[in-house]
């Protein structure tokens, strides 16, 4: 019986959450195979869009995929936002809004929501000067997974998403890993 593999990686900005382009139009993307060599059976466990970063699980174990994938895990997102986060901002996140998915209305689940001190400090790339505004950092924690489903919901709110981390799914944290770092993990 053929052993399945699980990694964690630091998906780095910039880099597309697959590892073969089957996409005529994004023939000069960056993949994932330009920083690993791993089996051509691994998959990514649910997607980063190129311009996010953070927590992205790997494996050869479609059951696994489609248990992290599930609506019960949680994923939860550090959000660097253009402006100033009330607490107003956060209930109306918490409660659900909405946005478009497919080019239709739809009403965001419920999820968890808060105001960051500052998570500038754990995550060091460079957004912006000071001098184009505020910014500030929320905490997003999701049960579903729409199409760019939290920069929608920030921008929804008026501040649009200037960085995106995903610093969790489930119980498997990003914790100190840089850019581009992979883990074996057990499951």
């Keep these: 019986m053929k052993t399945q593999q699980y990694y964690k990686i630091y998906k780095p ?6 590892f073969i382009n089957h996409q005529n139009k994004r023939r000069n993307k960056k993949l994932l195979s330009a920083l690993y060599d791993l089996p051509e059976t691994i998959m990514a466990v649910g997607r980063l869009d190129e311009k996010s970063e953070g927590l992205l699980l790997l494996t050869t ?35 659900g809004l909405e946005i478009s998915v497919s ?6 689940k419920p999820c968890k929501a808060e105001i960051l001190d ?15 505004g505020v ?19 920030t921008a929804k709110v008026g501040l649009p998403t200037l960085r995106l981390v995903r610093v ?16 074996s993990i057990n499951y």
């Excluded at 500030?136 to 919901?153: A, D, H, P």
Aim: contains cysteine.
């Design 13 to 18: 900005y910039g880099y597309l959450s697959q």
């Design 168 to 183: 969790r799914i489930g119980d498997y944290k990003l914790d100190c890993m840089t850019p581009a770092e992979i883990l």
């Design 61 to 95: 174990d479609g059951k696994f995929s489609n248990h992290i994938t599930s609506s019960k895990i949680e994923k939860e997102y550090h959000v660097m936002v253009d402006g100033i986060i009330t607490p107003e901002v956060i209930e109306e996140l918490k409660n």
């Design 135 to 153: 910014t500030s950092w929320l905490s997003i924690t999701l049960t579903e997974g729409k199409f760019r489903q939290v920069r929608k919901m």
């Design 118 to 132: 500052d998570s500038s400090h754990i995550f060091e790339r460079f957004v912006r000067d000071e001098k184009h």
């Design 103 to 108: 080019g239709k209305p739809y009403i965001t």
